[in-house]
Every structure is written in structure tokens, then in C-alpha cells.
């Protein structure tokens, strides 16, 4: 056998490992990510680590509240990153005024870690 293939063999099975698993229903269920969140009165967008894209952030009432709230003390001013883990699924993109001009979303089911965002961040 060629040298590379176990090398590109462990590669594959780890990258298979690593997929987002799917519900009953064929749609995505919720994983762990992490990324910059960045916040502003018209905008939630989330930027997993390593993502092409920014994606618009949905969370139920009492999630959004608590990751505003966190986010107004974790920050000096409005569209600054901060680091967040979050258990969350990716979606489509959405249909609502601000949202229509980011290419997917993310639904945060919980907040894991919420903190300053740092240099070494998604490395």
C-alpha cells in the first residue's frame, strides 16, 4: 500500500466522525460551536469558528435577553466580537428584513461559554 493512504485514511474516518448528525426528519440536530458573536440593535450574527459566513442569530426570548444583557457587559460598544460556545443548529436563510442579507442562520438552543473574545480564539 502507498505510505499515504493510512495517513488520508484516518483523515476521512475523522472527518466522517466529525458530521453533523440529522434528526428522524432528515434535518440537522443541534451541535456544539464555537465563534464570535457580534451584537447591535437591528443585528444578532454569529461567526462559527472556521465558517465561510456570518450567520443570523435565533434564540427564544429568554435566550436572546440573556446573551444581549451578557454581551452589553462583555464589550465597550455595539458590532465589537465576543466568544461565545454555543449548542446550536445551522438553518436556512431567513425571510425577515435584516436577516435577508446574511446566507444561513444559526437557532442557539444553549449558552455553553460567553466571554471577551481573545487573540488565540478559533485556533
Do not use: K
Not at 427564544?60 to 460598544?77: F, I, N, P
Amino acid at each position: 500500500m502507498h505510505p499515504i493512504f493510512y495517513p488520508l485514511a484516518g483523515a476521512v474516518l475523522l472527518a466522517g466522525c466529525a458530521g453533523t448528525s440529522t434528526t428522524r426528519d432528515g434535518g440537522p440536530s443541534a451541535g456544539r460551536y464555537e465563534g464570535h458573536l457580534v451584537m447591535a440593535p437591528e443585528m444578532h450574527v454569529f461567526v462559527p469558528c472556521n465558517a465561510e459566513a456570518p450567520l443570523w442569530l435565533v434564540a427564544d426570548e429568554a435566550t436572546d435577553h440573556r446573551l444581549e444583557a451578557q454581551y452589553t457587559s462583555l464589550v465597550s460598544e455595539p458590532y465589537e466580537e465576543a466568544f461565545a460556545v454555543l449548542r446550536g443548529t445551522p438553518g436556512p436563510q431567513l425571510d425577515c428584513p435584516g436577516c435577508r442579507d446574511f446566507p444561513g442562520s444559526f437557532r442557539v438552543s444553549e449558552i455553553i461559554e460567553y466571554r471577551l473574545a481573545e487573540a488565540g480564539d478559533c485556533r
